[in-house]
């Protein structure tokens, strides 16, 4: 499976961070789950969501609601979108995918770099 | 949210020697525990879940061990392409959680 992310890397405070991750060699409709997860500078890798091919979805709480996961079936992608970004969600933002039913993520992209400034 | 502490932060292993790397739970956590190795610019590969079993593809090297709270990650004769940031994480309780990661460097 290969994970392509993309998006801006570039979102001002109070913005919204919207990312898109292409599957290719899997078909998105598959019984995995797909995720998002960031590594921001200093701080721990942090698992923000998944979403399972239903459209179930699974959230970080400490993002207190800002997230929101989507898969997209005709393009065999998914999305990821965060809500009034501050400086402290800059961060590399992988994509990622979990096949085996629990929160082992398997497959990452090669992350998506994003920094929140005005 | 169950808190993963590994130790120490920085090993220094010449090569051909063993390293083991350190991963304790806040909470019990079976064996409920991944391994990820992360090379400079590259996102993390999943080594090992279920505590000891490794991935596909993973070398031999690789072991894991432990249950409960406190697990180890052994590389044997480190290779050059082992020197290399590594994290544990937890999928017991939701949500997941890494530790914050030990850097194995060339001594």
């Known amino acids: 499976v290969q994970l392509q992310g993309s998006g801006p890397g570039l979102v001002k405070p109070s913005g919204t961070l919207s990312l898109t991750c292409a599957v290719s060699?899997?078909?998105?409709?598959?019984?995995?789950?797909w995720g998002w997860i960031r590594q921001s500078p200093g701080k721990r890798l942090e698992w923000l969501g998944s979403i399972y091919h239903t459209g179930s979805t699974y959230y970080n709480p400490s993002l207190n609601s800002r997230v929101t996961m989507s898969v997209d079936m005709s393009n065999n992608q998914f999305s990821l979108k965060l809500t009034s970004v501050i400086a402290a969600d800059t961060g590399r933002y992988y994509c990622?995918?979990?096949?085996?039913?629990?929160?082992?993520?398997?497959?990452w992209g090669q992350g998506i770099l994003v920094t929140v400034s005005s | 949210e169950i808190l993963m502490t590994q130790s120490p932060a920085t090993l220094s292993v010449s090569p051909g020697e063993r390293a083991a790397l350190s991963c304790r739970a806040s909470q019990f956590i079976h064996n409920n525990l991944a391994w990820y190795q992360q090379k400079p610019g590259q996102a993390p590969r999943l080594l090992i879940s279920g505590a000891s079993t490794r991935a596909t593809g993973i070398p031999g090297r690789f072991s894991g061990s432990g249950s409960g709270t406190e697990f180890t990650l052994t590389i044997d004769s480190l290779q050059s392409e082992d020197f290399a940031m590594y994290y544990c994480q937890q999928y017991k309780d939701w949500p997941a959680t890494f530790g914050q990661g030990t850097k194995v460097d060339i001594k």
């Open positions: 990622m995918v979990a096949t085996t039913g629990d929160n082992v993520f398997d497959f």
């Open positions: 060699g899997y078909s998105i409709s598959s019984d995995y789950y």
